[in-house]
């Protein structure tokens, strides 16, 4: 066995981000959005174009879903869906004649668009922190798939002053599997490492989801049907880790051959 390939990538900090890249990000999904608007109003009109459509796509539908979320047995039940089924089907009117003016330039389509920037680009935080972005930051992920590629001097530019690495990578999948396989370690990575850092900065546990999500990993990393003959899957993996030096939360890579 030969470990020719070792490295740690910390998930990024807030810090590490551009100081521009959220406002950016965030002004393209504003401004899509309103470019949009004409044909979103476009197509709901075309589904519901009158009351009648309403009532049968919105409102019945509504009344039979909520209908399974209260207890038949609670003594106000027949008066809760009563009330409910009255009003949503008055809201057919409502919809119907302010639905244009909605979706007008400067109306609640608009409004709603910038007041909920702010919290788009909360959310969208933690998958640039582990993604970053390919014209100003590469995050742990894309920094993980370079290395199992074997991509050593795009990995070279791209790596961080706080980025641990050892060695010159090699590519780990055979050429049939590698774009298969990479892309789903890639989407492996992102669900864990948002899942587990969200857990952590909420002060919950998290150790068992990185035992769960590192033995998803194991099965395509260290798959023999999916890695090259060479490569030593006792000692090759892709995992998660904490790492209580710095308080991060890292993907470790190793890479071994035979």
């Given at each position: 066995?030969?470990?020719?390939?070792?490295?740690?990538?910390?998930?990024?900090?807030?810090?590490?981000?551009?100081?521009?890249l959220?406002?950016?990000?965030?002004?393209?999904?504003?401004d899509?959005?309103?470019?949009?608007?004409e044909?979103?109003?476009?197509?709901?009109?075309?589904?519901?174009?009158?009351?009648?459509?309403?009532?049968?796509?919105?409102?019945?539908?509504?009344?039979?879903?909520?209908?399974?979320?209260?207890?038949?047995?609670y003594?106000k039940?027949?008066?809760?869906?009563?009330?409910?089924?009255?009003?949503?089907?008055?809201?057919?009117?409502?919809?119907?004649?302010?639905?244009?003016?909605?979706?007008?330039?400067?109306?609640?389509?608009?409004?709603?668009?910038?007041?909920?920037?702010?919290?788009?680009?909360?959310?969208?935080?933690?998958?640039?922190?582990?993604?970053?972005?390919?014209?100003?930051?590469f995050g742990?992920?894309p920094?993980?798939?370079?290395?199992?590629?074997?991509?050593?001097?795009?990995?070279?530019?791209?790596?961080?002053?706080?980025?641990?690495?050892?060695?010159?990578?090699?590519?780990i999948f055979?050429?049939?599997?590698e774009?298969?396989?990479?892309?789903?370690?890639?989407?492996?990575?992102?669900e864990?490492l948002?899942?587990?850092?969200?857990?952590?900065?909420a002060?919950?546990?998290?150790?068992?989801?990185?035992s769960?999500?590192?033995a998803?990993?194991?099965?395509?990393?260290?798959?023999t049907?999916?890695?090259?003959?060479?490569?030593?899957?006792?000692?090759?993996?892709?995992?998660?880790?904490?790492?209580?030096?710095?308080?991060?939360?890292?993907?470790?890579?190793?890479?071994?051959?035979?």
């Amino acid at each position: 066995m030969a470990v020719v390939f070792s490295a740690r990538f910390p998930v990024l900090e807030d810090a590490d981000l551009p100081t521009d890249l959220k406002d950016k990000i965030g002004k393209d999904w504003h401004d899509t959005l309103r470019y949009k608007r004409e044909k979103i109003i476009t197509n709901l009109k075309a589904v519901i174009p009158d009351e009648t459509a309403f009532k049968e796509r919105i409102a019945d539908v509504a009344y039979a879903r909520i209908g399974a979320v209260f207890n038949p047995n609670y003594p106000k039940y027949k008066r809760i869906m009563r009330r409910f089924r009255a009003k949503i089907n008055l809201g057919a009117d409502d919809f119907i004649k302010n639905v244009d003016k909605a979706f007008e330039a400067g109306g609640a389509f608009d409004q709603g668009v910038y007041q909920n920037l702010d919290k788009y680009k909360e959310n969208a935080t933690i998958t640039w922190r582990c993604m970053g972005d390919k014209d100003k930051i590469f995050g742990p992920v894309p920094k993980t798939i370079l290395a199992l590629k074997g991509m050593g001097r795009v990995l070279d530019k791209v790596k961080l002053a706080k980025d641990s690495v050892s060695g010159t990578p090699i590519a780990i999948f055979k050429p049939e599997h590698e774009t298969r396989i990479t892309s789903i370690v890639d989407q492996i990575l992102m669900e864990g490492l948002n899942v587990i850092v969200l857990s952590k900065e909420a002060g919950l546990d998290y150790d068992t989801l990185i035992s769960d999500y590192n033995a998803i990993l194991d099965s395509y990393v260290k798959n023999t049907a999916f890695v090259r003959d060479n490569i030593d899957t006792a000692n090759t993996f892709v995992h998660i880790a904490y790492d209580a030096s710095n308080d991060w939360i890292v993907v470790d890579v190793q890479e071994a051959t035979k």
